[in-house]
């Protein structure tokens, strides 16, 4: 195998059997609408309404049946040879459900005019309800489905006022919904969105029977969709985020709009069901809560047992499908801490574990396991011990169900006498001005808040001697020298290139790394994720759009995330690029952000195991995954400059613990720094977050590269230890610190070593 064959070639070089293309292949297709089946959640089914029985007439209202959104847009968009919308999805169906076409063509015509307009994929008003039609609708059927998108993109968080009804049903769409729900018996309700939005219309409503989340599916959306309402896939999705009955409910809302120039993460680790099943009196707020998801079938859980075994606890238990449809089970996990000192959630998932397709009556055994470790608080305020992960000591206790609301405690529980401090770590990151947190009764702590300081992280590189003879880069990989000698050979103006991106090549718009032709370093190419491979649009290249990260977090299968991941890292290669921008793992802290759809949860725990998975996938495939943005990118208005303003333990349980998981667990090579600002330092420069916290903590030893284009000094990004800076650095600025003495050779040396480490292991 001829080292770097694909990106300095840039051959066309199939990689499917027979020397066929895999990239948009019918397996990698047919995947997509696996996941968006499995990823959508059956949040109502009043009277078994769904799946409709064989030859059940339906009139479906909504422009989202046309106007489907298989995913966000910006870098998460991924250019496609078509997309299956609802309508379309039906029709292939037409041996089992007979679609009343007068009314969906209606729709259609109604899409098309808008989209001839200049109208963008679904944002724009839904329709009005056809009186004519209604009429005709109602003779035809007594069945209706009500569908409703949503589309959103980064750089713009979604609006909750008038004129954007991101979170409610607007006065069209509510126009609609009454329309159908004074005309039909049977009402079912299909979401296409990319993130949380107002369930109570339907939850509390008698008139609508059914409602499926589908998120925002992929490619084959519209067919998945078809596929479980006519019960040829039953679906096996479970809520990773809470459904609160308003939008003010959810702990964030009240300060989301309080400033442009900084968020304060007030209500501190209560995110999510962390803050609903907690928090005196706000369990009423929740319409559905975290993991919650019904199924065209039954199970039952018997034979649970537990047990601890070198510091992990293990439960293992039999889940059987115990009603007449085939289907799958999410078992989750919850530990509730004893309430000592630290303040603490009610429950935290610890595990989770997704059953195989179950036939009626079918049995499977299971096992759930977690480190005890991951019961631990982290002290940022010297309650046992400060900067230290702190197991209090009382009672733990488990309890295992179906969503955070319906579990069972387990006949075991964990106890400890003493405290126990498992890990005393620093204070990174610490807040300047975040003035109160949130405890777990709803009241607020006085946090003591500290200048910035910005700690220096000694630079210990040496230079080896330069070698007598000039090398190439091969010569490393074959062994006749090794990389700090090769290193020693670059000039000040070749280092300070290399930290920087090179042109794109090929099929990528996202520009490469690498690129010095002297010592034939290749330029290796970088592209978009993380819902598919987003290949440079003008080449007329499509590829294999999957569900979104909200979707398939929703799936909780970590195995079909790590075959995605594979497909999507197959793609990535057979097009000559080597590193895909993927996954993406911020936590959903508030409804509106723009970017919720590219993320998973708002649960740390599922978003790691999640990233880790599509890290395994990608990487088994030597191709580089890159986990985004690292941190606290949880709003998108004035993203490069909004300063995150969290606590040292917010950071640590919730928005930094994803990573955590994916870096301990799938070790991947490059991480994404975001473009905010958390705590009075951008995160790019953050040198507490990314060389104590990332590199010193954690022992990650891949490399960083900036956010596109993040507007950020690239001298104080090389000494913070973000490795390169994208899409292009500032060798200039960079030449001037060097001979001002602000920057050494050693501090540029550690970064071009950590990308040539990178750029030898793709293939
Ligand atoms: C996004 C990244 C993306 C990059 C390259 C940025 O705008 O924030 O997620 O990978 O562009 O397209």
Known sequence: MVKWLRPTYLPCYPLGDNHSRITECDKHI???????????????????????????????FGKAQIDYVKGGGGSGNVHVSYVRNIYEGLKLKKDQVDVFDALSLYYQNYVECQYKAGAQ?????????????LGKAKEYTDTAVITICRYSCENEDRKNDGTDNYFYLSDAEQKMVTAVTENFTNVVVLLNVGAMIDTSW???NDRISSAIMLWQGGMEGGLAAADMLVGDANPSGK???????????????????????YVQYDEDIFVGYRYFETIPGKKECVVYPFGYGLSYTTFSFSDIFAFNNENKIFVTLTVTNTGAHVGKEVVQLYYSAPLGKITKPAKELCAFAKTKLLQPGESQELCLSFAIKDMASFDDMGDIARSSYVLEKGTYK?????????????????????????????????????????????SYQTLECAPITRTTFPCDYQFAKAPEAEHK?????????????????????????LVGGQPPTGLSDTCGMGNLKRLEIPNVMTIDGPAGVRLRRLSGIKSTAFPVATALASTWNVNLLEEIGRAGALETKENNLSIWLTPALNIHRSPLCGRNFEYYSEDPHISGKMAAAMVRGIQEQNIVAVPKHFACNNKETNRFWSDSIVSERALREIYLKGFEICVKESKPRMIMTSYNIINGIAASENAELIQGILRGEWGFDGMLTSDWENGKPHVQEVIAGNDIKMDKGEPDKLMNALKEGTLTREELAVCVKRILEMILWVE
């Open 30 to 60: 047919q995947l997509s609408r696996t996941a968006a089946c499995e990823g959508s959640i059956l949040l109502k089914n009043d009277n078994s309404v769904l799946p409709f029985k064989k030859g059940t007439k339906v009139a479906v």
């Open 202 to 204: 339907f939850a509390y």
């Open 121 to 133: 994929l679904g944002m724009f008003d839904e329709a009005p309800v056809p009186e004519n039609l």
């Open 239 to 261: 809520l990773v985020d809470t459904c609160a009955k308003t939008f003010e409910d959810y702990p964030s809302s009240a300060g989301f709009h309080e400033s442009e120039e």
């Open 473 to 497: 880069l091969i010569d490393v990989v074959d062994g006749k020298i090794d990389l700090d000698t090769f290193i020693a050979q670059l000039t000040d103006e070749e280092l300070c290139n």
């Open 398 to 442: 488990l309890y295992i169900g179906t969503s955070v609301r319906e579990v069972a405690e387990i006949d075991y529980a964990y106890h400890l006498e003493e405290h126990v401090i498992i890990e005393k770590l620093h204070s990174y990151g610490a807040p300047e001005k975040l003035k109160r947190r949130m405890l777990s009764d709803g």
